[in-house]
DNA sequence: GTCGCAAGTAAGTAGGTACTTGCATCGGCC
DNA sequence: GGCCGATGCAAGTACCTACTTACTTGCGAC
């Protein structure tokens, strides 16, 4: 790993635990093992280095698909759903940190952004499949349920850990759980039965709910 | 009003723009109209300060109730919601600031989430009446749909102004989509034909919904 | 009036921060 | 060997920050 990226990597580092202010360079030089000095020589000012960090964090942040032909939506989205909220979780602190600090430094949180807004998409486009294939009712607020899904996961994924009773548990079962309530609000019903409560662990012994008119196509 | 009052009043709009390191002892003192000294010698430190502001923050937030026999649940939760992100929306800036210095400082962050754990319970309560007067349906998972709800409003709240477009337009239809959507998957549903569809404004030209079975007990 | 107290003013201290400069060191390349 | 570029090291500059000290001012109570 060359200086540079290592240099990136402890900004980074630094930054989501300290902020912008409370980053010094000289903390950051410690943290990337080189001297302060080789710092202001490969980035000319702190400045300038927090802005190399930014874009290197977004332009290399994955963010899963969902597949075309929609199958089996309850298991494809929570999937999905843990999927992306590992992400988010990953990188909790510096979304937190840069959140924060709007008002002082926006185009942090902006850049932030794109990650979810892309994630979005990604999710109004699978659930348009799914009611155009007659899996979801006709008559739901998609743009509503996916903007309380998306919510729910940020919400999750930076919240949990400063009060986790406010959100589901166990950790693991959060994602299906999430599902669940999105699709129910969608009107996708999963078929009677066993695994349909969505509600305590005591009833979903194992199995995974299946989909009314879920057809492979 | 009293020094003392005015200068964390300064401290509380000081912090919100700029964090605790950004949020400077003569910042205060000149948003606050008064000497520095003066601020020394009232709170003994900037940490003292700092922990007077914020709990005479907590020690005054109105939280709104729901009615006990309810009634209406779209309009009732529709007004509620409304009131609470209000509530959150004035205060963003301090909660995204309190949030952004976890790692730091979590004792600010951590009584900022009082107000919303207080929020989720009034919620949860209003929703068991629903079910348990058969309004809502007995399989509905009420936690993750009050978390998805509660996550929902704050990330509105807080998130709107650097995302807009990823929340339900316009802003003051908001609430109302949330409520629907979030009825819709605890089963309570509108009764059809007119203002049922949550989704475009196209539709929804005035009327309020009513709800089956949503008699006043 | 004058006493006491709350507040302002001016100046200073000790430490931290971004950033610079000058020089020594090291490793690869001709 | 000798050169050169990248890096480390020590020191310094100019500024900011929390906090202190010593003194002055204004104002109500007696």
Chains 1, 2 share one sequence.
Not at 131 to 136: E, H
Not at 148 to 160: E, N, Q, T, Y
Not at 165 to 175: G, I, M
Not at 184 to 189: E, F, S, W
Request: net charge neutral.
């Amino acid at each position: 790993m060359d200086i540079r990226d290592r240099i990136l990597d402890a900004a980074k580092r630094v930054y989501a635990q300290h902020g912008f202010r409370g980053a010094t360079t000289r903390l950051i030089a410690i943290e990337a093992g080189v001297n302060e000095v080789t710092l202001f020589r490969t980035f000319g000012s702190k400045a300038a280095l927090f802005e190399a960090f930014m874009q290197a964090h977004v332009s290399h942040s994955p963010i899963p698909h969902l597949p075309d032909p929609p199958a089996d939506p309850e298991r494809e989205m929570t999937a999905w759903v843990a999927t992306v909220i590992g992400h988010l979780r990953e990188n909790r602190a510096l979304i937190r940190t840069s959140f924060g600090e709007i008002e002082e430094r926006p185009e942090a949180a902006v850049s932030m952004c794109e990650g979810p807004n892309c994630a979005g998409m990604i999710l109004t486009d699978y659930v348009l499949r799914l009611q155009s294939l007659g899996i979801a009712s006709a008559d739901g607020d998609i743009p509503t349920a996916v903007a309380m899904l998306m919510s729910s996961m940020i919400g999750d994924a930076i919240s949990r850990d400063v009060m986790p009773n406010a959100f589901p548990q166990p950790e693991s079962d959060a994602p299906r759980k999430y599902v669940c309530v999105f699709l129910r609000a969608l009107g996708v019903v999963p078929v009677r039965g066993r695994s349909g409560g969505a509600q305590p662990a005591e009833t979903a012994s194992g199995g995974h709910g299946r989909h009314r008119r879920a057809t492979k196509r």
